[in-house]
């Protein structure tokens, strides 16, 4: 017989929508969120009601961990025990919950990240705030629905007597939803609550007037009061919170950083881990060591510091580069209306009056009947004793219990419920004494009955009601303020030097991009012959800097490294220098074209860029200051086939000049090149004919005695030629003649330059031979004239380029200042 195969066919996608859908409302609705009203997660909810139907109360002894775990899991929630256990532990944590819900004896975990000892060593019960929560539920105050298994029933939510919403916070995340609250200050709460329900249209602002902000168990310094308002406008927003430290000193100029209080949440001892990271890396200088001496009687980290430290700098460079400042995010999401709703500070307080409303009248309804059912029984037993002697014939000649209530009932016209008690009444009871009692009693009955007759018909008393109890609790409850709350954020300045020993170095560049730095002692115990690079590579920069210094690095396409020197490898100068391409990810074919080394980058100094195809750009220096240098970053905007030239830094009184390969140069002032953006492309410098290129262009606020212009071409020939041969032109004209014409064989530039009587040119022809040529060897030339042939192109090759040999500069030593 076949078995009948019962299978649906259905779509994968709907079955994973449909699957996925309600396991998402699943975890919105019953795990991740808290519910506006309790400020509760479903587990904590259960670990809470549990506790409180087991009496394991605040003024009971403690009881086994594990006991109440068990109770929440066969009770109300079918989960692991684990994850019951750790909402329950965190429920105890003072430096996770500003009023802990419960108190627990034993290891309960540690603000370093230490893991609770298991449940059955530890021992637990409510705290006293707790009960609060749970306060009056046997009330019918709150709905309640049956458990997962339908044996038992639990609450819906809990009473909440106290906002705990807002005074411990929540964080979770869900499916497309999470939620960042964080802790208040009781009083501060309970206050704002108040002015709410004495003004329910109070503004968020006004209600600011009470709660300052979050109040963290960890205490520390909340900075950016704009963020926290809007944060409590639109339930989203930013603060920074930073840990509370102080520099101390120390004997023989010393001193140390003490930090009595951290940012929330944040693990201490990664922190202090993480601090000493950085003093053993050297990326910071001046911390000798990093000691965590919290006790039982506080927290407390000391960063020791060397001599003559800059010990707010460091203290900034810690909030920095370290979890003692972090960002702390609000994302105040919770379940409003059976529904994940982002919610101010003003819907948040709504929600937890209107719990409260219900609660009280569910509770006042609660009492208004049993009071009522009290003073029905106590004016039949005020009527059963005034015919006290009837009575009791009636009952003596009754057969039984039942007989009695029937024959009460039938002969003095007592309901069935009066019938009972005057058949269960104790002799003692018919004393004098307790007539009077009974009287009493419903009198008191009779104005409780009125009292809560009122609080149902009227508003104000209702509000009065909540009130009178919130006042009661804060009374109770209030403890001072933990954070402090400052107007700005601050904005953190960390000199250089803090995190750089200063100390000065060589620095070599290469064409090819192959840098380094080196000691001052490699680089005098040895000769400049001794440097070692490529074949075909050439040095376009040496210069003696501080560890403290930048040098930007300008390529070929345009682009740049601001590369802080101390970042550079340390190597030996008789060593390879490492490649560029190791430090920023550049290409194969960019070549370095020039190196620019800065101590500051101001704003009253320019960098000025030639390019191939005659364009030059003039932008302010301080645009180029950058933390980042992993790849290179837009110098200027450059077209497809043009190419960087050369980099100049001015003071905005610079001549330029421009050279061109058919032989024309072009002078003018830097002042007629406007000044422009990081990325723009800059503007025509000179104009070129067909085939025409920008060999090079100089920038020089004035030619000093002995300083030429040389020209080099592919021929062989050089010249050097005085700056008084030509007149000052404009930028973007044609230029002056700078070589004679020939029909056959013309000279075409392969290199300009500036030099004086020290200057070396090297020169490179096709055949890859390298000549050095002293350039006061040759003759003063005439623009017109093509100079004098040093290189013989038929047995060499043609001449390629040309480059001055470098010699170690100093750029900001005393005298260049």
Not at 41 to 57: F, G, S, W
Not at 412 to 432: K, S
Not at 657 to 663: H, V
Not at 728 to 756: D, Q, Y
Request: aromatic share 6%.
């Amino acid at each position: 017989m076949a078995i009948e195969e019962n299978f649906l066919d259905l779509p994968l996608e709907e079955v994973m929508g449909d699957r996925f859908g309600r396991y998402s409302k699943y975890i919105i609705q019953d795990r991740a969120l808290p519910d506006a009203r309790d400020g509760l997660k479903p587990v904590q909810r259960r670990i809470l009601y549990a506790m409180h139907e087991e009496r394991n109360t605040h003024d009971k002894p403690f009881r086994k961990s594990a006991k109440t775990v068990g109770t929440v899991i066969g009770n109300y929630h079918p989960h692991g025990d684990s994850s019951v256990y750790e909402a329950m532990v965190r429920l105890s944590q003072t430096w996770k919950v500003r009023n802990v819900l419960v108190e627990m004896h034993g290891n309960n975990g540690s603000v370093d990240g230490d893991p609770p000892a298991a449940m059955r060593y530890t021992e637990a019960r409510l705290s006293a705030i707790a009960s609060e929560l749970i306060r009056d539920i046997d009330k019918e105050t709150v709905d309640f629905i049956p458990n997962f298994d339908d044996s038992i029933e639990e609450p819906v939510v809990l009473p909440a007597r106290i906002p705990n919403l807002l005074i411990n916070g929540s964080t979770g995340i869900s499916a497309g939803y999470a939620t960042e609250i964080p802790p208040h200050n009781l009083g501060e709460v309970i206050d704002a609550v108040i002015k709410k329900l004495e003004r329910p249209d109070a503004s968020v602002d006004e209600l600011l007037e009470y709660i300052k902000g979050p109040d963290f168990p960890t205490g520390g310094i909340i900075q950016g009061k704009e963020g926290l308002r809007k944060a409590y406008q639109t339930g989203k927003g930013k603060i920074v919170v930073r840990g509370k430290a102080k520099i101390e000193p120390l004997k023989a100029n010393r001193e140390h950083i003490v930090i009595d209080e951290i940012p929330y949440e944040v693990n201490k001892a990664v922190l202090v881990k993480r601090m000493d990271e950085l003093r053993i890396d050297r990326k910071v200088e001046g911390i000798a060591e990093v000691r965590d001496e919290t006790d039982r009687t506080g927290l407390r980290i000391v960063v020791e510091l060397k001599k003559d430290a800059d010990s707010q700098g460091i203290l900034n460079y810690l909030y920095k580069n370290t979890d003692l400042q972090i960002t702390y995010n609000f994302n105040m999401v919770a379940i409003k209306d059976k529904t994940p709703q982002l919610l101010s500070l003003t819907d948040l307080i709504d929600a937890y009056i209107e719990h409260q409303k219900d609660v009280i009248i569910r509770q006042t309804r609660y009492d208004l009947k049993k009071a009522e059912k009290r003073a029905h029984i106590v004016e039949g037993l005020i009527k059963a004793v005034s015919i006290l002697d009837e009575l009791i014939q009636t009952i003596r000649a009754s057969n039984d219990k039942q007989d009695a209530k029937n024959r009460i009932k039938q002969q003095y016209q007592f309901t069935e419920e009066q019938a009972e008690a005057i058949v269960t009444l104790q002799l003692y009871r018919l004393t004098n004494t307790d007539i009077t009692q009974l009287e009493k009693e419903a009198d008191e009955l009779q104005a409780a009955i009125k009292e809560f007759q009122q609080i149902l018909n009227d508003d104000k008393k209702l509000f009065a009601v909540i009130k009178k109890d919130l006042r009661k609790m804060k009374k109770q409850y209030e403890e001072p303020r933990m954070s402090k709350i400052e107007d700005k954020i601050e904005e953190l300045k960390i000199n250089v030097e803090v995190l750089v020993a200063s100390e000065d170095v060589i620095v070599s560049v290469t064409n090819q991009g192959y840098v380094k730095r080196t000691s001052v002692r490699s680089y005098t115990a040895s000769t400049e012959d001794d440097f070692v690079m490529k074949e075909d590579d050439f040095l376009i920069g040496l210069y003696e800097l501080n560890t403290t210094d930048h040098i930007l690095l300008f390529t070929s396409k345009g682009r740049y490294m601001p590369i802080p020197v101390h970042q550079l490898p340390d190597i030996r100068w008789k060593e390879l220098g490492q490649h560029i391409s190791n430090i920023a990810s550049t290409d194969k074919e960019e070549t370095i074209v020039k190196a620019i080394p800065v101590r500051e980058f101001n704003s009253s100094k320019n960098l000025l860029f030639v390019t191939k195809n005659g364009m030059i750009k003039r932008s302010a220096l301080d645009l180029y200051t950058s933390a980042r240098f992993s790849r290179p970053l837009i110098a200027l905007n450059l077209k497809k086939d043009d190419k960087l030239l050369n980099v100049y830094l001015t003071d905005g009184n610079a001549n330029i000049f421009i050279a061109t390969n058919k032989g024309y140069g072009l002078w003018f002032e830097e002042n007629e090149v406007a000044l422009i953006g990081q990325r723009a492309a800059g503007v025509k410098a000179i104009q070129l004919k067909q085939d025409e290129f920008v060999i090079n262009g100089l920038a020089f606020n004035e030619l000093m005695p002995m300083e030429y212009l040389f020209i080099m071409t592919q021929r062989g020939a050089c010249k050097r030629m005085s700056l008084d041969q030509f007149e000052k032109s404009a930028r973007a004209k044609k230029g002056a003649v700078m070589l004679r014409e020939l029909k056959s064989k013309p000279h075409r530039i392969v290199g300009f330059e500036k030099v004086n009587e020290t200057d070396q040119v090297l020169t490179r022809t096709s055949q890859e031979k390298i000549a050095a040529l002293s350039t006061f060897e040759l003759p003063i030339s005439e623009r017109y004239s093509n100079g004098s042939f040093v290189i013989d192109t038929e047995s060499e090759g043609e001449v390629e380029n040309i480059w001055l040999k470098p010699s170690l500069q100093k750029p900001f030593s005393l005298e260049n200042d």
